[in-house]
């Protein structure tokens, strides 16, 4: 193992654990902070609670805080930090909004995190093109502001109101993805500060390029292991003339998934179709003050043309009615879709609710739609079987689904049986022709899985590529791959 000098490496572990993660980490060299304290002023702290809210993120691991925090403002800032840290060997962790799932941003051998939240400009708006360029602490929320007035939006949507920035390095996707694809399918370009501190650009604002290698599908999905990102440059697409929302309630998942399998069979060009099981509708019901038949459900929206949207949802009407769909029910209204698709990104925190108290274990996988009811249908039968609270929503037109176990956080038991759990749904989604994960991506949790997915072979390729790019292992070392 090529560890970082003056740091700990933690043990290969899947269970998200206190002995995870590394202990006695040397304390950062007073002319590393000094150097720091003088360039960023208040904006450097080593403040505990500073540090606590940065050593978390949306997984079960425990807190695991950085020790020390800069707030860069500039992408020469997060040069200037990353040479400095690279001079001093000390690790790396970019921060954006915290709202990853697996570990990411969580310092496990201590060092510093560079918070880009604060750089949150809006580069360049080049609507005749249907481009923007923006700095990596941009939210898609603030994003979708920003460009509204130009007739355009920004289509990627997570749930969670994340930074661009770290929806690159996660490679997220979201409910939106089986029309328009994910990151991966809408950066065109990116900024990145390299392990030595050095600005490099990737990509432009072209349709397409046959440049030599693509390093912007590199920095995409790495999970700033590889660079830190400091701004993007994205695809926008035309607002749609028309948008219409639908629920259709369904005797089981089967018959939801089988319904989502002719709709993309029949090329309808569906801009959203969620599942959410009956657990989940009880959940969202309960928070949100809805009455959502307590049913395996589709959540769908039709981007289009009215005529085109009409046509659409008559034909996806027909479609659930051969497979026992019911309870067929529009929204058409902004104000009645944004409350449908509130309460769907809402599911997370509808379930903590469900068992007040309880800490979730949350997993994502992806296959080829055929084989998605069955990967679903046998994860909820472990889950009743091992008597563990669990939901389940998925982006189901591309196969990816989310289950979560609501467990008590006194009952340790609890976590080793769901984590066990976790381990064969992932498990039979690779043997299914899947992956691991779909769009929460690898950090701390699934790097064993990688291995199980990719092979030992692509792996040291991975690793290979990792040291080439950061000889000294301080980008946000101990995540996607061993060194």
Same mark, same amino acid.
């Given at each position: 193992m090529h560890a970082v000098a003056g740091f700990l490496e933690s043990p290969a572990m899947n269970a998200p654990t206190e002995s995870v993660f590394a202990r006695g980490a040397q304390a950062l060299p007073d002319d590393f902070v000094q150097t720091l304290r003088g360039r960023f002023g208040e904006r450097f702290s080593t403040a505990t609670a500073v540090r606590e809210q940065h050593g978390r993120d949306e997984s079960s691991y425990p807190t695991t805080p950085p020790q020390a925090v800069v707030y860069a403002l500039t992408e020469d800032e997060v040069a200037a930090a990353v040479a400095l840290a690279a001079q001093h060997r000390v690790p790396v962790i970019a921060y954006g909004t915290g709202s990853s799932l697996e570990g990411h941003v969580l310092a496990i051998h201590g060092g510093l995190t560079i918070d880009v939240s604060r750089m949150d400009r809006i580069v360049a708006i080049n609507a005749e093109d249907l481009t923007v360029t923006v700095q990596a602490g941009v939210t898609r929320e603030q994003l979708n502001r920003e460009v509204k007035d130009s007739g355009l939006f920004f289509p990627i949507d997570p749930g969670a109101n994340a930074s661009l920035g770290g929806m690159c390095a996660t490679r997220a996707s979201g409910t939106n993805a089986v029309r328009y694809g994910t990151m991966r399918e809408n950066v065109l370009g990116l900024k990145v500060v390299t392990a030595s501190g050095e600005i490099i650009r990737t990509g432009t604002r072209a349709k397409k390029s046959s440049a030599g290698y693509d390093l912007t599908r590199l920095f995409v999905g790495s999970e700033g292991t590889l660079g830190v990102i400091v701004e993007v440059t994205l695809?926008?697409? *035309?607002?749609?003339?028309?948008?219409?929302?639908? !629920? &259709?309630?369904?005797? %089981?998942?089967? +018959?939801?998934?089988?319904?989502?399998?002719?709709?993309?069979?029949?090329?309808?060009?569906?801009?959203r179709c969620e599942l959410l099981d009956a657990n989940a509708i009880r959940g969202v019901n309960k928070h949100s003050n809805l009455s959502l038949r307590e049913a395996p459900m589709l959540l769908m929206?039709?981007?289009?043309?009215?005529?085109?949207?009409?046509?659409?949802?008559?034909?996806?009407?027909?479609?659930?009615?051969?497979?026992?769909?019911?309870?067929?029910?529009?929204?058409?209204?902004?104000?009645?879709?944004?409350?449908?698709?509130?309460?769907?990104?809402?599911?997370?925190?509808?379930?903590?609710?469900?068992? *007040?108290?309880?800490?979730?274990?949350?997993?994502? !996988? &992806?296959?080829?739609? %055929?084989?998605? +009811?069955e990967s679903i249908n046998a994860s909820v039968d472990e889950a009743e079987a091992a008597g563990l609270p669990y939901w389940v929503v998925g982006h189901v037109g591309d196969g990816n689904f989310h289950l979560a176990y609501l467990l008590d956080p006194n009952d340790p038991g609890e976590m080793v049986r769901a984590e066990a759990l976790s381990q064969r749904m992932v498990e039979r989604a690779i043997r299914l022709g899947g992956t691991c994960t779909g769009e929460h991506g690898i950090g701390l949790h699934k790097m064993d899985y990688l291995v199980q997915e990719a092979g030992e072979g692509a792996v040291a390729m991975m690793r290979s590529i990792k040291l080439a790019l950061d000889p000294l292992n301080i980008l946000n070392p101990g995540k996607v791959v061993r060194v």
């Amino acid at each position: 193992m090529h560890a970082v000098a003056g740091f700990l490496e933690s043990p290969a572990m899947n269970a998200p654990t206190e002995s995870v993660f590394a202990r006695g980490a040397q304390a950062l060299p007073d002319d590393f902070v000094q150097t720091l304290r003088g360039r960023f002023g208040e904006r450097f702290s080593t403040a505990t609670a500073v540090r606590e809210q940065h050593g978390r993120d949306e997984s079960s691991y425990p807190t695991t805080p950085p020790q020390a925090v800069v707030y860069a403002l500039t992408e020469d800032e997060v040069a200037a930090a990353v040479a400095l840290a690279a001079q001093h060997r000390v690790p790396v962790i970019a921060y954006g909004t915290g709202s990853s799932l697996e570990g990411h941003v969580l310092a496990i051998h201590g060092g510093l995190t560079i918070d880009v939240s604060r750089m949150d400009r809006i580069v360049a708006i080049n609507a005749e093109d249907l481009t923007v360029t923006v700095q990596a602490g941009v939210t898609r929320e603030q994003l979708n502001r920003e460009v509204k007035d130009s007739g355009l939006f920004f289509p990627i949507d997570p749930g969670a109101n994340a930074s661009l920035g770290g929806m690159c390095a996660t490679r997220a996707s979201g409910t939106n993805a089986v029309r328009y694809g994910t990151m991966r399918e809408n950066v065109l370009g990116l900024k990145v500060v390299t392990a030595s501190g050095e600005i490099i650009r990737t990509g432009t604002r072209a349709k397409k390029s046959s440049a030599g290698y693509d390093l912007t599908r590199l920095f995409v999905g790495s999970e700033g292991t590889l660079g830190v990102i400091v701004e993007v440059t994205l695809k926008l697409y *035309p607002l749609p003339e028309a948008v219409s929302a639908a !629920t &259709c309630s369904f005797p %089981s998942i089967a +018959a939801a998934v089988d319904t989502t399998i002719a709709i993309i069979q029949m090329g309808v060009p569906i801009a959203r179709c969620e599942l959410l099981d009956a657990n989940a509708i009880r959940g969202v019901n309960k928070h949100s003050n809805l009455s959502l038949r307590e049913a395996p459900m589709l959540l769908m929206e039709f981007h289009g043309s009215p005529a085109g949207v009409q046509e659409q949802a008559e034909a996806v009407q027909a479609i659930a009615s051969e497979h026992g769909g019911t309870a067929f029910e529009w929204a058409s209204t902004p104000e009645d879709r944004s409350r449908l698709w509130k309460a769907r990104h809402q599911a997370y925190f509808a379930a903590l609710q469900m068992r *007040p108290g309880c800490r979730m274990l949350t997993s994502d !996988t &992806c296959v080829p739609i %055929s084989r998605l +009811a069955e990967s679903i249908n046998a994860s909820v039968d472990e889950a009743e079987a091992a008597g563990l609270p669990y939901w389940v929503v998925g982006h189901v037109g591309d196969g990816n689904f989310h289950l979560a176990y609501l467990l008590d956080p006194n009952d340790p038991g609890e976590m080793v049986r769901a984590e066990a759990l976790s381990q064969r749904m992932v498990e039979r989604a690779i043997r299914l022709g899947g992956t691991c994960t779909g769009e929460h991506g690898i950090g701390l949790h699934k790097m064993d899985y990688l291995v199980q997915e990719a092979g030992e072979g692509a792996v040291a390729m991975m690793r290979s590529i990792k040291l080439a790019l950061d000889p000294l292992n301080i980008l946000n070392p101990g995540k996607v791959v061993r060194v």
